[in-house]
């Protein structure tokens, strides 16, 4: 696919540490724009993959536990994730 947005930005681990309180429990979630969610009776994906900003709407995720486990390197973290099913990670990524 095309990149849509890249970023040569990289949080220091105390930054994100700090973040992670605020993704933990009750969110709103706008679910990612690649995702199989009816928008206009058709997937939002199948939408987006025509050039199309499909309309989401933001939705209400429960994160039990969110946890930062290992710096693997200074581009790349790993964390822990417990959610309710639903919960889009890659989206919970991308906003933290």
Do not use: H
């Given at each position: 696919g095309q990149v849509i947005h890249k970023s040569d930005v990289y949080p220091s681990l105390s930054a994100i540490e700090a973040a992670l309180p605020h993704f933990t429990g009750e969110i709103e979630q706008l679910p990612p724009l690649y995702s199989?969610?009816?928008?206009?009776?058709?997937?939002?994906y199948k939408l987006a993959r025509r050039g199309?900003?499909?309309?989401?709407?933001?939705?209400?995720?429960?994160?039990?536990?969110?946890?930062?486990?290992?710096?693997?390197?200074?581009?790349?973290?790993?964390?822990?994730?417990?959610?309710?099913?639903?919960?889009?990670?890659?989206?919970?990524?991308r906003d933290l």
């Open positions: 199989a969610i009816k928008n206009k009776g058709q997937p939002a199309q900003m499909p309309l989401l709407q933001k939705r209400l995720q429960s994160i039990y536990k969110l946890s930062l486990v290992q710096e693997i390197d200074p581009y790349t973290t790993r964390f822990y994730v417990e959610c309710n099913s639903g919960t889009y990670v890659r989206a919970l990524a």
